[in-house]
């Protein structure tokens, strides 16, 4: 666990559990050389964004095919010796997910 801000009164701390980052909003007083105890924490309100509710995909994995298709991207090789082109096809067929996701955040 590693302290992110440290405020007066509260602090923002991160841990990472089951490979994933976590973070919490924890009062100062709770924590001990850095550390809170597991059962406290748990209690204690998450910080940042649930991103994964706003979550809205449409995108298809036949519909990334095609777009892969559509920029010459058809065999192992051509993604190996054509990345950026692949990362172009990659974001234009996301970027609908994309401004449905930001929508959704921002209602």
């Known amino acids: 666990m590693k302290v992110i801000r440290l405020e007066e009164k509260s602090a923002i ?3 990472i559990e089951d490979g994933r980052e976590h973070r919490a909003i924890v009062p100062t007083n709770l924590l ?7 059962k406290k924490l748990r209690r204690c309100p998450a910080y940042g964004e649930d991103w994964e ?6 995108t298809s994995a ?8 559509r920029s010459g991207i058809w065999t192992k090789h051509d993604l190996m010796h ?5 990362q172009i096809a990659w974001n234009s067929i996301h970027a609908a997910d994309l401004g449905v996701f930001i929508q959704k955040t921002l209602s």
Do not use: Y
Request: glycine share 4%; proline share 0%; net charge negative.
């Open 13 to 15: 701390v991160e841990w």
């Open 32 to 38: 001990k050389d850095g550390e809170i105890d597991e």
């Open 53 to 58: 509710s706003a979550m809205d995909l449409h």
């Open 62 to 69: 036949s519909a990334v095919a095609e777009q892969l298709h």
């Open 82 to 86: 054509n990345i950026r082109q692949a």
